[in-house]
């Protein structure tokens, strides 16, 4: 079955950076993209960004541009997000998700989840 | 960017109720619409895509309609496991993004 697992929680201060990972399993991890959303405490969901894990072709949320980062290592079935210059409003729980891929628009939906990670950033 | 507004904020109801969900889109997406379901301290559990056509192993008591910017989640018989938050996301253009939820209490 399909399963996407991610790393562990972290902790940072003000201004580091922090990397995710995401390991696909039960599917052809070349042959769908992976989103990365996030969802502060209480709050709703925002994309970030996603990478198609074939060609390594990326795209992201221009809010994120410049500061976040996805790559994915295929010998691994991983993928995996960086995120820079990290301030407390990026405390919030990362998901990485499995994109179902629309021709007509080149936009994506979202099948299958990751269990999360928290990252909180405080000094 | 294309805002999404889910109404109401909360809904209460009972155990075998009939509910309908509202996402309303700043613009047109024609039907590129998904439906999530989010329990507390879960991931969110895809339901609906291209704005009714339910995702295999989802409740037939789930169903979604609307196209454009009107759009509906309606559960036919309220069962205990669906009390949780429902996301709207649209995937017509860039950023994709999602309404601010509506949750599902119970009354």
């Known amino acids: 079955q399909v399963q996407l697992v991610q790393s562990g929680a972290e902790v940072k201060k003000p201004g580091a950076s922090v990397r995710l990972s995401c390991k696909a399993s039960?599917?052809?991890?070349?042959?769908?993209?992976i989103q990365w959303v996030r969802q502060a405490p209480g709050q709703g969901v925002e994309w970030m960004g996603w990478i198609n894990a074939g060609n390594g072709n990326t795209k992201y949320s221009q809010k994120f541009q410049g500061r976040v980062t996805i790559t994915r290592d295929t010998s691994a079935n991983t993928a995996y997000m960086e995120l820079s210059s990290l301030r407390s409003e990026d405390t919030a729980v990362y998901y990485c998700a499995r994109g179902i891929w629309v021709a007509t628009t080149a936009g994506y939906y979202f099948d299958y989840w990751g269990q999360g990670t928290l990252v909180t950033v405080s000094s | 960017d294309i805002q999404m507004t889910q109404s109401p904020f909360t809904l209460s109801a009972s155990v075998g109720d009939r509910v309908t969900l509202t996402c309303r889109a700043s613009?047109?997406?024609?039907?590129?619409l998904a439906w999530y379901q989010q329990k507390p301290g879960k991931a969110p559990k895809f339901l609906i895509y291209?704005?009714?056509s339910l995702e295999g192993g989802v409740p037939s008591r789930f169903s979604g309609s609307g196209s454009g910017t009107e759009f509906s989640l309606t559960i036919n018989s309220l069962q205990p496991d669906d009390f949780a938050t429902y996301y709207c996301q649209q995937y017509n253009s860039y950023p994709l993004t999602f309404g601010g939820g509506t949750r599902v209490e119970i009354k």
């Open positions: 039960g599917y052809t991890f070349s042959s769908y993209s």
């Open positions: 613009q047109s997406i024609s039907s590129l």
């Open positions: 291209k704005a009714s």
